[in-house]
């Protein structure tokens, strides 16, 4: 299987090298990477051609005269790639060696499955203590049917939702669904997984497979800041992504009992508990708050348990090679 990578680029020179050097060195799988540039401003569409006449493999495509953003820019590559798989890497992060050829092998052994993905490493140069693995908190080792990683991951968040980079998906099943939608600025990456999550199983597993640099110039630290989604913009363009989902599942036809209150929860934990004269649009009701708080309590219990089986394993280790010492 071809895996087509998609690199959408917006002044990225300083790390577009590195970021193409990483799919370069992806082995065992055929691949092709289209760099789309969106109207950069630096040396980063010269740089991309570089690249292109030294690879046949690489193609530089541009989203037009006007910056469109990173969505329009991804559905350039799309409508422009050959490959059977399709995989998506922006221009400052970079895939982990053997990162295609696992996600290819993974949707092969799992032909019911649309997708695949895992956890990406967040980088934060300079401010290595802050880097950490995103973690698949009960989901990765499986396949899931439809919505449930819609309503386990992008709504209620109990496992962290992937990066672009840690994602490969079967070509016509992007295609089916229309690529990403193009209306937001944040959570844009978003609007494509509620679209297979919607419609189609998933495969997730633990396979660390890129990494993903958050550095001053990124969309997250630019919009987040130091509070990193705690800000009111962030907040705004989450309550109005929560809008778009409901409205796009509605049409859809697939606006089913699970996703409606798992949109509830997650609106009472995006905008706070409903006003006492019932305005708010969507009420949520007392056994959807005793659900939502559940969720946390759970939530804690499996990272209480998460860190006790690691204490466990230190201890077993420290146990054995007191022993091997004697």
Not at 228 to 254: C, I, K, M
């Amino acid at each position: 299987m071809k895996v087509s990578v998609v690199m959408p680029c917006r002044d990225a020179a300083p790390y577009l090298p590195e970021a193409v050097a990483s799919v370069r060195r992806q082995a065992g799988v055929e691949w092709e990477l289209l760099v789309v540039d969106d109207g950069s401003t630096d040396a980063s569409l010269s740089l991309a051609r570089e690249q292109a006449e030294a690879d046949p493999r690489i193609r530089v495509l541009a989203t037009g005269a006007d910056r469109r953003g990173a969505a329009a820019a991804r559905n350039v590559g799309l409508a422009a790639a050959d490959g059977d798989l399709m995989a998506f890497l922006d221009a400052d992060d970079v895939l982990l060696p053997g990162t295609l050829h696992h996600r290819a092998e993974a949707l092969r052994a799992q032909p019911a499955a649309v997708a695949t993905y895992g956890p990406s490493r967040w980088r934060h140069p300079g401010h290595p203590h802050l880097d950490r693995d995103e973690r698949m908190r009960g989901v990765a080792g499986r396949v899931h049917p439809p919505p449930a990683l819609l309503n386990k991951v992008v709504l209620l968040n109990r496992s962290d939702v992937p990066c672009t980079c840690g994602v490969v998906v079967r070509a016509g099943a992007v295609r089916e669904v229309g690529g990403f939608d193009e209306g937001f600025y944040l959570f844009e990456d978003q609007t494509l997984w509620v679209k297979l999550f919607l419609r189609h199983p998933v495969h997730v597993d633990a396979f660390v497979g890129a990494e993903y640099r958050r550095h001053p110039g990124s969309l997250t630290a630019r919009v987040d800041g130091p509070g990193a989604f705690g800000t009111p913009r962030h907040a705004s363009a989450r309550q109005n992504f929560l809008d778009w989902v409901e409205s796009y599942a509605r049409h859809e036809g697939r606006l089913d009992a699970s996703v409606e209150r798992s949109l509830r929860i997650a609106r009472h934990r995006a905008e706070g508990p409903a006003p006492a004269d019932g305005s708010h649009r969507a009420a949520v009701t007392r056994s959807d708050r005793l659900a939502a708080s559940w969720l946390e309590v759970e939530s804690t219990f499996t990272r209480q348990a998460a860190r006790a089986r690691r204490w466990r394993r230190r201890a077993g280790l420290a146990v054995r090679d007191k022993r091997a010492r004697a």
